[in-house]
């Protein structure tokens, strides 16, 4: 790594071969596909293992699982962190399109955490609402509803915090990578 390359700003849309003919690239940014694959990869890893423990965490709050070992339910918390993975991965594509950057996830700026946040909140009142209308799961006694938007407080904080988590770890991992050289 030249001492040019180790001292410049860290900007995670340059393109490090500094061609921006190649055609590895995105024509609109000097985002690489290789760096948004890496971007895809890691954010599916970190949401998985981030709502895979909260799942675990608040498997106490639903009649199918109280009273059970996390080891007995761990195959229900597996399938439902898998589809929280899949709702993250859909607000980062969302979001990419209506920003028009493939790249949006990893800007590290205030509306793209806002934005995470805000879409997890809509996403997680909506699979709240049609869930517990179809018999999907029922909380206990012991969860604690939002009163304005009729849903259980754990899954609507799970989806309002952990997609901007999950984006800010893709940041700090693909930021990390490319500063030591893996990009």
Sequence with gaps: MTAERHNAPQNLHANPTGNAGDCSTFAHSSLTWRRLRRFFATTVLASFVLNEIWEIAQMS?????????????????TRAAVGDVGIILAICAASALAAGDPGWGLRGTWNVYATAALLGLVCATLVEHAALAAGRWSHTERMPVVPVLAAGLWPLLQMTLLPPLTIWIVQWWVWRS????AL
Excluded: P, V
Excluded at 178 to 181: F, M, R
């Design 178 to 181: 490319a500063t030591k050289g």
């Design 61 to 77: 709050f639903y009649i199918e699982a109280a009273g059970h070992s996390w080891t007995s339910t761990i195959g229900l918390c």
